[in-house]
């Protein structure tokens, strides 16, 4: 499913290159260092407000019969809803900076977890649900993001019920320029 959902992504990014969809304003792509739990996340911008990524590290899921903390990854595809809003208030959306509605899928491996409360009787956990969150970004390389939300936990394709996801990262990009950014152009779309 995240090997699916990332290829999609790059046949649209070779689509927009070649029929001319317009400036992203988005960051064309983007590696980050997950700093808080160890991680390498992938982001690429595919439309003026549309990203997809994958992420992989350690994870914290939440389903109602407890915890884990295990290696993890996750597939994500995010619609950036403020970008001309925070221009238009010389607010800056470079390296991606701005709110988001998402779609995610983690896969956690439970059988290596690390911590935890759980009977993991060998079986992976699957989150796959909505989240709404932010992200900023500094000229120095560092970035926030925080998301939240609900959807549904599975465990060998059998639903386990609905459970909260928080997912809070703090990032650093090691080949992100240490001047300023260039504002992107925003290019109207017809």
């Not at 090997?3 to 992504?9: D, E, K, P, T, Y």
């Not at 649209?12 to 070649?18: D, F, G, K, N, S």
């Not at 238009?88 to 998402?102: H, I, L, R």
Request: net charge positive; charged share 15%; glycine share 14%.
């Amino acid at each position: 499913m995240a090997c699916a959902l990332l290829l999609c992504g790059l046949h649209l990014h070779a689509q927009r290159a070649e029929r001319g969809w317009g400036t992203v304003i988005l960051e064309p792509g983007k590696l980050q260092l997950n700093l808080l739990m160890p991680g390498l996340q992938y982001e690429l911008g595919l439309l003026p407000n549309l990203t997809v990524g994958a992420e992989i590290g350690l994870g914290l899921a939440t389903p109602r019969e407890g915890y884990s903390l295990a290696p993890a990854y996750r597939a994500f595809s995010r619609y950036y809803h403020n970008l001309k809003a925070r221009q238009a208030g010389g607010k800056t959306v470079s390296g991606n900076s701005g709110n988001y509605f998402a779609i995610t899928f983690n896969h956690y491996f439970t059988k290596l977890e690390l911590a935890g409360n759980m009977d993991n009787e060998g079986r992976d956990l699957i989150f796959l649900g909505p989240v709404y969150g932010l992200q900023r970004s500094y000229g120095n390389g560092f970035s926030f993001s925080v998301d939240a939300g609900a959807g549904f936990y599975f465990r060998n394709r059998i639903s386990s019920g609905i459970g909260p996801s928080v997912h809070l990262r703090l990032g650093w990009n090691p080949f992100a320029r240490r001047k300023q950014q260039k504002k992107p152009v925003i290019v109207p779309m017809d």
